[in-house]
């Protein structure tokens, strides 16, 4: 037992077979024991949705590096539950979700698929790590991410992560990262978020597409700081979303009333 490798399952909400999640096998297929559970297609901005009304398949895939590979109908947090209930020998020792064709920094962590995976196993008292890369391109590289990549899971093994605490790693894309900051999240909002167009058939739909602002852009202590200034970001993130620093006002203004 005490030779046992680590177990690792990776899952992510841009499918089993993009890109991002079959480059980050191979980087880590040589530092544990690898089970990778992934949608059967793109499920991004699936958060922590899972599916509560409909039936779940599991479909062996093809093998990755020597890697089982299955993937699901469902969602990303679909896909976790799966693999912890019917594909995994053991409590796995990390969960990592990605890596991501396009950053989830800031707010987009809230509608993340790629987040939703890390905050599963999170919840599961799993030490958990997202990966994201700012290149939404199918044909993205990722090959500089590799050391970052095999140095923070190796770290995330050997020092494990406060319970309720996960990672969310974002990669600026750069001809050479400057280096490592670990940052808080940047106060963001989306606007223009819908787009009517006319079908030919002659009925209106609707893109949900829109427009990112940093509203906080001088702040130099966020990731999108990090990002723009081409360091990889690091922001630890918790599970607990009590306002603790209103706990005292909202206690005084309704329980001593």
């Known amino acids: ?79 976790v539950k799966l693999a912890l209930s019917e594909l995994c020998p053991r409590k796995p020792d990390l969960v990592i979700g990605g890596i991501n064709h396009g950053d989830n920094a800031s707010v987009n962590s809230h509608y993340s698929g790629t987040m939703g995976v890390t905050r599963e196993g999170c919840m599961k008292y799993i030490p958990s790590v997202a990966f994201s890369l700012c290149d939404h391109s199918d044909d993205a590289d990722f090959s500089q991410l590799t050391p970052y990549v095999r140095r923070i899971v190796d770290d995330v093994l050997r020092h494990r992560l406060p319970l309720g605490v996960c990672l969310n790693v974002n990669f600026p894309v750069v001809d050479e990262f400057k280096g490592v900051k670990v940052c808080r999240m940047a106060h963001g909002t989306w606007s ?9 058939r002659g009925y209106e739909y609707y893109w949900m597409v ?19 200034h081409g360091y990889v970001a690091i922001t630890p993130t918790t599970i607990d979303v009590t306002a603790h620093e209103a706990m005292d006002e909202m206690t005084r203004r309704f329980e001593q009333a």
């Open 1 to 79: 037992m005490k030779n046992m490798k680590p177990l690792i399952l990776i899952s992510n909400d841009d499918g089993y077979h993009a890109k991002g999640i079959n480059q980050l096998i191979e980087m880590v297929a040589d530092m544990g024991e690898v089970i990778v559970c992934a949608p059967e297609s793109a499920r991004s901005g699936y958060a922590t949705a899972f599916s509560a009304t409909e039936p779940l398949r599991l479909k062996p895939r093809k093998p990755r590096a020597g890697v089982q590979v299955w993937s699901c109908n469902g969602t990303p947090v679909d896909c």
């Open 192 to 200: 223009n978020e819908v787009e009517r167009m006319m079908h030919p």
């Open 210 to 228: 829109g427009q990112y602002t940093n509203d906080e852009p001088q702040a130099c202590d966020t990731d999108n700081w990090a990002l723009q």
